[in-house]
């Protein structure tokens, strides 16, 4: 009776549980209409040339864990470090990137590239690169646990015998 009681309260909140959404659901732009304001290059981080750097934020997730950009840079060679888990797409021009690892890639128009967070690459623009840009902040390292094995279980899951072999 009382596991009864506690389901029919249960079903009743969930309603008052969900959290209201903020802001539009759907963010739409063209890149070429986005207002770009200047976003330049830590000093430090400059290894050749005077690159000239803007940013135009898109959107941001509700939890601010994502968000989504356009950036574009002139010529110049720099470092860059990536704080956040980054996924680019190159619109315009191209970028000679080296990872930390020494691989070396060259990125053009219609390109999608992933950096991890935490990570540094150089990136050497001839003559000018625009990209749009996913970031998202890494969980912090408990949370990223609790997931990963959430993740692995389900796959145990999915994996396991469903009925037995006649």
Not at 46 to 67: C, N, T
Not at 98 to 106: K, L, Q
Not at 137 to 150: D, G, I, Q, S, W
Request: net charge positive; hydrophobic share 50%.
């Amino acid at each position: 009776m009382l596991a009864g009681a506690v389901a029919m309260a249960a079903r009743s909140a969930a309603p008052l549980m969900v959290i209201p959404q903020r802001g539009p659901s759907l963010v739409s732009a063209t890149a070429d209409s986005m207002a770009m304001r200047a976003s330049p290059i830590e000093p430090s981080w400059i290894l050749a040339g005077a690159p000239v750097a803007r940013v135009a934020d898109h959107s941001k997730s509700h939890d601010e864990a994502a968000i989504t950009a356009v950036w574009d840079c002139t010529a110049g060679e720099f470092r860059w470090y990536f704080h956040w888990d980054e996924t680019v797409m190159i619109l315009e021009g191209e970028v000679h990137i080296t990872a930390e690892d020494g691989s070396i890639r060259v990125l053009r128009a219609g390109d999608i590239a992933y950096f991890t967070a935490n990570t540094w690459a150089t990136w050497r623009v001839d003559d000018y690169v625009k990209k749009v840009a996913f970031l998202r902040k890494p969980f912090p390292t408990p949370v990223a646990l609790a997931y990963r094995l959430r993740n692995m279980l389900g796959r145990l899951r999915n994996k396991a015998p469903t009925g037995l072999a006649a």
